[in-house]
C-alpha cells in the first residue's frame, strides 16, 4: 500500500500544509526584496498593446451550472483588484499580491477546479481564467513572464470555440502558484480589465508604442491518447 504523504492523512493535516505553503511563499518574497507592482491609475495608459475577451460561461457537459454562476461572482470579484494597475520598469506583477486571498470571508464562492487532473470544485475556482487572459496579452509582448504554471494535463475547455492554442493555460493557487510577470524593458506597461455580465474583458496598455508586434503561432497542434 502506497504510503499516504502528511497532507493526504485528513482535511486538517491538508489545511496546515496549505497555510505552510502560503507562508513559505511570504517570507521568499520578502528575503527576494522583489519589487512588485502596485500602483494603479484610473488614467488609462495611451497605447493598447493588446485586447482579448474571454467568454464567462462555457458550455461544459454535465458540469453543475451554478459552478459557472459562481465563476462569473468570483471575476467580478477579482477584477477591481487588477484593473487599472501599472507595471512600470523593473517591477513583477503578481496576481496574488493583488487579489488577495480567494475565500469564502472575501466574499468567494465554489467554482470549477482541478484537482488530482481531474475536475473538482473548490472556492475561488475560475480565477485561472483571469490569469489565461493576461498571460495571452503578455505574451503579445516584450514583457518577461517570470512564473506560470500549467494545469496538470487537463484542459477544461478543450472544445469550446477555442480562440488561443492549447499549453498557453495557467493554473493558480493563492498564494504559493501565482502567476507573474517583470517589466525588463524601459516602457510602463498598464491592465485594464473589467467584466460586463457576459466576458471577461482586458487590455495590456503602454506609455509608448512597441518596437515589435507579436504573434503567436502554433503548428500541429493534436491529441493523443
Not at 82 to 96: A, C, K, M, Q, Y
Request: proline share 3%; aromatic share 10%.
Amino acid at each position: 500500500m502506497k504510503r499516504k504523504l502528511f497532507c493526504e492523512i485528513s482535511p486538517w493535516t491538508f489545511r496546515l500544509s496549505v497555510e505552510k505553503c502560503i507562508l513559505s511563499r511570504k517570507i521568499m518574497d520578502k528575503l527576494k526584496m522583489t519589487r512588485f507592482a502596485q500602483t494603479k491609475s484610473s488614467d488609462t495608459l495611451p497605447v493598447v498593446v493588446y485586447r482579448h475577451n474571454s467568454l464567462i460561461r462555457r458550455k461544459l457537459g454535465n458540469t453543475d451550472l451554478s459552478l459557472q454562476e459562481n465563476k462569473a461572482v468570483n471575476l467580478s470579484l477579482a477584477a477591481p483588484k487588477v484593473n487599472g494597475i501599472l507595471i512600470r520598469p523593473g517591477e513583477t506583477f503578481s496576481f496574488w499580491k493583488l487579489v488577495g486571498r480567494d475565500d469564502e470571508r472575501h466574499g468567494y464562492k465554489e467554482g470549477l477546479t482541478i484537482a488530482h487532473g481531474r475536475p473538482s470544485r473548490g472556492v475561488g475556482g475560475g480565477l485561472c481564467q483571469f490569469t489565461n487572459l493576461i498571460h495571452w496579452m503578455v505574451m503579445h509582448s516584450d514583457l518577461t513572464v517570470v512564473e506560470h504554471h500549467h494545469h496538470d494535463g487537463l484542459d477544461l475547455f478543450p472544445d469550446y470555440n477555442r480562440q488561443i492554442p492549447f499549453g498557453t493555460g495557467t493554473s493558480i493557487v493563492y498564494n504559493y502558484l501565482d502567476y507573474r510577470f517583470r517589466n525588463d524593458s524601459k516602457n510602463t506597461y498598464q491592465i485594464t480589465v473589467y467584466t460586463d455580465g457576459e466576458y471577461l474583458r482586458g487590455e495590456l496598455r503602454a506609455a509608448e508604442a512597441l518596437r515589435f508586434s507579436y504573434h503567436i503561432n502554433v503548428r500541429d497542434e493534436h491529441f493523443t491518447r
